[in-house]
């Protein structure tokens, strides 16, 4: 575990500061830490991280919703890592931003296609162009918001480990103004790593569920999402 992680700077919006591993983040979004690592490196990374301690990245809970949206471009929608790294590179340059992602508003989905939307300002119509397939190529077709139900930005990520598949669970979530912006059972302030401990200690699902007040199907899909196995640093 880092010692002298970043510190919040005077009227610095809390979502903006780079406070998690990559380890850290990993774990609480269910992603393979190797996967998610993967991200972050080489001279044409899909993703930036927001801060750096030495060598390590640091991710700020901007960066985490960013790293969620690819995942379920990934995993849910299907598209091929060398097409998201493409696309992020030409989001990058159409938006003038290292992370494009961080705008819930701005990435959609149109016909199998990555997009920029645009929207209207001053005399300026709204417009939708590729970022994928054919960069800049404007489109009229209506796009999708790939994202909504997971993820409502700058507020909560609700991460789920068969969030490919299974579109309605939200056993988990992360909010920066709730226990730090750490993974918490939904609705309550109760660390996932704290039920994670507990059933490590060998207490039963049951027991974990009486003596936290929960149901215990949320305490098992939130032991089942957390893989500690991926141990956050």
């Known amino acids: 575990m880092l010692r ?5 700077q005077p009227g610095q919006d809390i ?3 780079p406070t998690y591993t990559i380890p ?4 609480f979004l269910a992603i393979k830490r190797r996967t ?5 490196e080489g001279d044409d990374p899909i993703l930036r991280a927001s801060g750096n301690y030495g060598s390590t990245h640091l991710l700020s809970y901007k960066d985490l919703e960013e790293a969620y949206r690819v995942y379920l471009l990934r995993e849910r929608f299907g598209f091929s890592f060398q097409f998201l790294r493409r696309s992020m590179r030409n989001a990058r340059r159409m938006l003038r931003s290292q992370h494009p992602l961080h705008r819930a508003d701005a990435v959609k989905e149109c016909l199998q296609d990555l997009v920029y939307d645009k929207p209207a300002r001053g ?3 709204r417009t939708v162009s590729s970022i994928g397939k054919k960069p800049g190529q404007q489109v009229i077709e209506e796009v999708a918001n790939l ?3 997971r993820i409502e930005a700058g507020r909560f990520i609700f991460p789920w480990r068969f969030a490919a598949t299974d579109h309605e669970s939200r056993p988990v979530s992360m909010n920066p103004r709730i226990m730090s912006g750490r993974l918490v059972v939904a609705g309550t302030r109760i660390p996932v790593t704290a039920l994670w401990g507990r059933k490590r200690a060998g207490s039963k699902v049951a027991e974990i569920a009486r003596d936290f007040g929960l149901d215990r199907d949320i305490v098992e899909k939130a032991l089942t999402h957390i893989d500690l196995r991926q141990k956050a640093a």
């Not at 002298?4 to 919040?8: I, N």
């Not at 998610?36 to 972050?40: A, K, Q, R």
């Open 4 to 8: 002298h992680k970043p510190v919040r």
């Open 15 to 17: 979502r903006t500061l």
């Open 24 to 27: 850290e983040a990993a774990a």
């Open 36 to 40: 998610m690592s993967s991200w972050y």
């Open 123 to 125: 005399k300026s119509p």
């Open 147 to 149: 994202f909504a139900e």
